[in-house]
Structure formats: structure tokens, C-alpha cells
T-cell receptor, first 111, second 110 residues
Framework: DAGITQSPRHKVTETGTPVTLRCHQT?????MYWYRQDPGHGLRLIHY???????DKGEVSDGYSVSRSKTEDFLLTLESATSSQTSVYFC??????????FGPGTRLTVL | SQQGEEDPQALSIQEGENATMNCSYK?????LQWYRQNSGRGLVHLIL?????REKHSGRLRVTLDTSKKSSSLLITASRAADTASYFC??????????FGTGTSLTVIP
């Protein structure tokens, strides 16, 4: 969707390095989410936000942190990347508990 | 995990046929949604059905929900090659979290 973007779209990094993924939405949605998608696991929620500076953990939050200083931006940080964090990361936003709008994804490879 | 499961994992049909995929989940829900994901893209919302609804239609899509069996089905009628994608169910069990299933990969052969 044109209203939600992710950067970078692809990234290769080495084990132990910090990585930050950015999600930007122009829909003024209150809720934002970070998921990871892995074969055989579908999408799993990492962290979500229900407002500026309001965040909470999801199903697979270990090793990840998030920040939301503005309505439109939601950052996902891997403090020290590990090979198990190689995945495709999706950001999503919504204005309620209903329909989520997804970004195009970021493919992260940790060597 | 509260994650749902879709069945079958993969489905291949001829263009014009109907495609049916199922989703089972584990806990009581407020609503259930279906999403489509084309290869290499993000998910796109298709339809939402609330826990007090039993059936819902949207174009060629028909969704049913059986809360007693904790299951839902998605029917795509008169399938087209453009329907080739992966389909996911997502449940909202309250709070701000959604739980996605592992997906059904649908291939529609022209």
C-alpha cells in the first residue's frame, strides 16, 4: 500500500551488529505492528504500539526493541543481531482493532 | 501459541473452479480476518467476520465462522489465475494482538 513504507527493503549484516528497521505510515493510524515471517511459522507479532510512546511486547519479542516518537514512525531495533533473526519483517498499521495495512517487507539476512 | 492453522497447506486448482481453505484456532475470539499475500509482497486484507456472525460475502469471497468448532472457511468462487497467492487467517482474541495462521498456498492453473 502506498500509505505505509519500510526501509531498508533489503539488508545483509553480520552477527553482533545493531540493526534498525524503519516503518513510516501516512494514514495517521493509531496502531502499528512489527511482524516477522518465517517458513512454517506464518506471521508472528514482535512488538506493537497503541500510540506515541506506548508499546508492548508480542509473541516473539526477545532480542528486539521498538520506539515510537511520532504517530507516523515505528522503529524496530535488533540490538545485537543473531542468525536466528534472519527473516522477512513486516510492518502494519491500523486505525482500530480491525483491518491492518501492511508494508512491503524488509528482507534481513544475518551472517 | 494462539496461532491459527490453515488447511490445506497447499492447494492447486484449475481456473474457474472453486477454492476452499480452512482455518482453525484455539481461543475465543472477537473477530477473524482473512488476508492474501502475493509472492514477495505484503499482506492485503480481504474480509473480516465478527464472532456473532456466521457467514459473510464480499464479491467472489464467502467466509463462514463456526465459533463452537473454532473454525472458519474461505471460499473463492470461479477462481482466476490472479487469485494465485497465499491466504492467511488472523484472529483477534482481545487486546491489541492478532494471531496469524501459517497460510494456505493457492495455485490457480490457467
Amino acid at each position: 500500500d502506498a500509505g505505509i513504507t519500510q526501509s531498508p527493503r533489503h539488508k545483509v549484516t553480520e552477527t553482533g551488529t545493531p540493526v534498525t528497521l524503519r516503518c513510516h505510515q501516512t494514514e495517521n493510524h493509531r496502531y502499528m505492528y512489527w511482524y516477522r515471517q518465517d517458513p512454517g511459522h506464518g506471521l508472528r507479532l514482535i512488538h506493537y504500539s497503541y500510540g506515541v510512546k506506548d508499546t508492548d511486547k508480542g509473541e516473539v519479542s526477545d532480542g528486539y526493541s521498538v520506539s515510537r516518537s511520532k504517530t507516523e514512525d515505528f522503529l524496530l531495533t535488533l540490538e545485537s543481531a543473531t542468525s536466528s533473526q534472519t527473516s522477512v519483517y513486516f510492518c502494519a498499521s491500523s486505525y482500530s482493532y480491525n483491518e491492518q495495512f501492511f508494508g512491503p517487507g524488509t528482507r534481513l539476512t544475518v551472517l | 501459541s494462539q496461532q491459527g492453522e490453515e488447511d490445506p497447506q497447499a492447494l492447486s486448482i484449475q481456473e474457474g473452479e472453486n477454492a476452499t481453505m480452512n482455518c482453525s484456532y484455539k481461543t475465543s475470539i472477537n473477530n477473524l480476518q482473512w488476508y492474501r499475500q502475493n509472492s514477495g509482497r505484503g499482506l492485503v486484507h480481504l474480509i473480516l467476520i465478527r464472532s456473532n456472525e456466521r457467514e459473510k460475502h464480499s464479491g467472489r469471497l464467502r467466509v463462514t465462522l463456526d465459533t463452537s468448532k473454532k473454525s472458519s472457511s474461505l471460499l473463492i468462487t470461479a477462481s482466476r489465475a490472479a487469485d494465485t497467492a497465499s491466504y492467511f487467517c488472523a484472529t483477534d482474541a482481545g487486546g491489541n494482538q492478532f494471531y496469524f495462521g501459517t497460510g494456505t498456498s493457492l495455485t490457480v492453473i490457467p
